[in-house]
């Protein structure tokens, strides 16, 4: 059974970079047919697309985010990671990593999330 | 910049039909908009509900499903359960990379 887990620092200082690894296991990243994306949000508030990566390096970005963010894919390690610059306490939030059917554009399964605070 | 539009809350009677929907700021949403459906509550991950307008996603009762009504991708709940009650959203595919997630609407079984 395919499953995502994300980690990294759970608290971030205004102006430096937020970086999160997203954890696959039960699968291959490198599996043709899925795009692996992260999704935030913010808290009492709704879902917001963040971007998608395919195992072949291609990416896909939200465009209101797309110049303060990278996502990479490590197919070594099975793993993908999300880089956020110049964070604000507006990029406060539940980041949630999954896997995205690239027939269907869905999402599939996603990781539990892991709660990232900016603040100094 | 496109906006996905849902209504902010909906209320149903236990064993009660509700349908939710999920638009678009300019223009109608299509199959082609490949709209699939998330159901959260408070704490836990989103589950995916409905994918590509109306494929259940493994192990989704069947009271659940997706459509298109009119101009709008819908989502059709019967027979309403309490343990129903969460926040649902929609996402489409817009194409050229990009997906947009609906602002999201919060069911409330009562």
């Known amino acids: 059974q395919l499953q995502l887990q994300e980690s990294g620092p759970g608290l971030v200082k205004p102006s430096e970079t937020l970086s999160l690894t997203c954890t696959v296991s039960?699968?291959?990243?490198?599996?043709?047919?899925?795009?692996w994306g992260w999704i935030r949000q913010p808290p009492g508030k709704g879902l917001e697309w963040i971007g998608n990566?395919?195992?072949?390096?291609?990416?896909y970005y939200n465009p209101s985010l797309k110049s303060r963010v990278t996502i990479s894919v490590d197919t070594s390690t099975n793993q993908f990671s999300l880089n956020l610059s110049s964070v604000t306490a507006a990029d406060t939030a539940v980041y949630f990593c999954?896997?995205?059917?690239?027939?269907?554009?869905?999402?599939?399964?996603w990781g539990q999330g892991t709660t990232v605070t900016v603040s100094s | 910049q496109t906006v996905v539009t849902q209504e902010p809350s909906f209320s149903v009677s236990p064993g009660g039909t509700v349908t939710l929907t999920c638009g678009l700021s300019?223009?109608?949403?299509?199959?082609?908009?490949?709209p699939s459906w998330y159901q959260q509550t408070p704490g836990q991950a989103p589950r995916t509900l409905i994918y590509?307008?109306?494929i259940r996603s493994s192990g989704v009762p069947d009271r659940f499903s997706g459509s298109i009504l009119g101009n709008k991708a819908a989502l059709t709940i019967t027979g309403a359960q309490a343990d129903d009650e969460s926040d649902y959203y929609c996402?489409?595919?817009?194409?050229?990379?990009?997906?947009?997630f609906g602002g999201g609407t919060k069911l409330i079984v009562l």
């Open positions: 590509s307008t109306n």
């Open positions: 996402m489409l595919y817009l194409g050229s990379g990009i997906w947009v």
């Open positions: 300019s223009g109608s949403v299509s199959t082609s908009d490949y």
């Open positions: 039960g699968g291959a990243i490198s599996s043709s047919g899925y795009f």
């Open positions: 999954a896997q995205v059917d690239t027939y269907y554009y869905g999402m599939n399964v």
């Open positions: 990566i395919y195992y072949s390096g291609t990416t």
